[in-house]
C-alpha cells in the first residue's frame, strides 16, 4: 500500500509559478516512476510529465519549455516546477506512483488531486 500526499495547488496569476510536491510512503520496495497528470472540465486525463527511477523525463507537448519534473530519491518525492502558466493549465493535478511492493509486485497508485488555477 502506497499513500501519496500532494500539495503545492493554488491560484495564480497568468506568467505566474506553482510548484507541486507529492510524497510517498508506506510499503515500497522501489519506485519506477513518479509523474503528474491533469483533467479539466470536460476534458480527458493526460500526461504532464514523469520521471523514471534512472531519471529519465517524459513531458506532456503542451508544457514543454514551461514546466521541470525534479525527484529526491531519499524522500521519496516528485516534484513539479511550473512556470510560465497559462489558463488553459487550470486543472486538477494528479500525483501517479508506479511502484514495487513488498512482494515486488508492480502496482500503481494516485493521489486524490491537488486543484491548479490560472487566472487574472
Known amino acids: 500500500q502506497v499513500q501519496l500526499v500532494e500539495s503545492g495547488g493554488g491560484l495564480v496569476q497568468p506568467g505566474g509559478s506553482l510548484r507541486l510536491s507529492c510524497a510517498a510512503s508506506?510499503?515500497?520496495?522501489?519506485?519506477?516512476?513518479m509523474g503528474w497528470y491533469r483533467q479539466a472540465p470536460e476534458k480527458q486525463r493526460e500526461l504532464v510529465a514523469s520521471?523514471?527511477?534512472?531519471?529519465?523525463?517524459k513531458y506532456g507537448d503542451s508544457v514543454k519549455g514551461r514546466f521541470t519534473i525534479s525527484r529526491d530519491n531519499a524522500k521519496n518525492t516528485v516534484y513539479l516546477q511550473m512556470n510560465s502558466l497559462k489558463p488553459e493549465d487550470t486543472a486538477v493535478y494528479y500525483c501517479n506512483v508506479v511502484a514495487l511492493g513488498q512482494f515486488r509486485d508492480e502496482y500503481e497508485s494516485w493521489g486524490q488531486g491537488t486543484q491548479v488555477t490560472v487566472s487574472s
Open positions: 508506506g510499503s515500497i520496495f522501489k519506485i519506477n516512476s
Open positions: 520521471i523514471s527511477s534512472g531519471g529519465s523525463t
